[in-house]
């Protein structure tokens, strides 16, 4: 399963990276390989000042190795070795009327002294964060990783999409980080579902991420925009570091665990305002995406 998901994701990444240099028409993907002294290592993929993307990772990587002191303590044992692989992306475009989003799909092993697997499951998700609400833009993004899940089984986007809007949850500003999407972790075999069938459902999932993105940024990407517009993004780019550096799971395990610092914050916005007491004027495009950050919305 291991070599299965990470050849696939290898491909994945060079699927989206194609595809986005030809939607930017400008930049390029700046390829970084590199190792992890404990084992494994990764390929990181960065595009800055594009025609589009301001700034985006695509990266992956697979790592091995005895288990960190934070996952030992969250597994509750005593010593163990692991394997973990996945994608990452996160894209920050220029125009403030195209929106950012992040996804990440990845899979994890743990082993017995014997080197027997005691555990593996799948976690993975993809979320939207616009800085100007389109609701067409949120309910394509929607229908897409619905129609994904749906193939699978009917009760995974409802169940996924109330996971995202739980997760991506800001709480000390008691808002949404954005439009939700979906967000699934510890996948692992049941009764009713197969290691093989978690892999094709997360697959499937990584498979419509184009499709659930790129139509909103050729929609977007060249309405023309403002200071004041690029001003109201920084701002709410703010907002987005501060989850992924004070919230976010991924990014405080790559901080406890000697992971690789380019990699884990290639997340964050290159330009970003934290402005004091920001007020948007009542009804104003700003006022009215604030008021959809405040409670979870059902789009399809």
């Known amino acids: 399963m291991k070599d299965q998901f990470y050849n696939y994701i290898q491909k994945l990444q060079d699927t989206i990276t194609s595809k986005l240099e030809a939607l930017d028409g400008k930049a390029t993907f700046q390829e970084d390989l590199w190792k992890r002294k404990e084992g494994g290592g990764g390929r990181t993929r960065v595009i800055e000042n594009g025609n589009i993307f301001e700034k985006g990772g695509v990266n992956i990587s697979a790592v091995h190795g005895e288990l960190p002191e934070a996952l030992r303590t969250q597994f509750g044992v005593k010593e163990g070795n692991f394997f973990a692989c996945g994608l990452s992306l996160v894209l920050h475009p220029k125009n403030p009327f195209v929106p950012t989003v992040h996804a990440n799909w990845r899979y994890f092993e743990m082993y017995n002294q014997e080197g027997d697997i005691v555990t593996q499951w799948f976690g993975g998700g993809q979320d939207l964060t616009p800085y100007y609400l389109f609701d067409e833009d949120a309910i394509?993004?929607?229908?897409?990783?619905?129609?994904?899940?749906?193939?699978?089984?009917?009760?995974?986007?409802?169940?996924?999409?109330?996971?995202?809007?739980?997760?991506?949850?800001?709480?000390?500003?008691?808002e949404a980080r954005g439009l939700g999407g979906l967000f699934f972790d510890y996948l692992k075999e049941t009764e009713q579902f197969s290691m093989q069938d978690r892999y094709d459902f997360v697959t499937e999932?990584?498979?419509?991420?184009?499709?659930?993105?790129?139509?909103?940024?050729e929609r977007r990407k060249d309405i023309e925009y403002t200071k004041a517009n690029k001003d109201w993004q920084e701002v709410r780019r703010g907002r987005y570091v501060e989850f992924n550096l004070v919230h976010d799971r991924g990014t405080l395990f790559g901080l406890k665990t000697n992971g690789r610092i380019e990699s884990i914050l290639m997340s964050l916005p290159p330009t970003v305002q934290w402005v004091y007491n920001q007020q948007p004027e009542e009804g104003t495009k700003e006022a009215e995406l604030l008021k959809v950050l405040a409670t979870p919305k059902e789009w399809v």
């Open 205 to 217: 999932v990584g498979n419509s991420f184009l499709e659930s993105y790129v139509p909103i940024v």
């Open 140 to 174: 394509h993004f929607h229908t897409v990783c619905k129609e994904a899940c749906d193939k699978h089984d009917t009760s995974f986007y409802p169940k996924y999409k109330k996971v995202c809007d739980e997760y991506f949850w800001n709480k000390h500003r008691n």
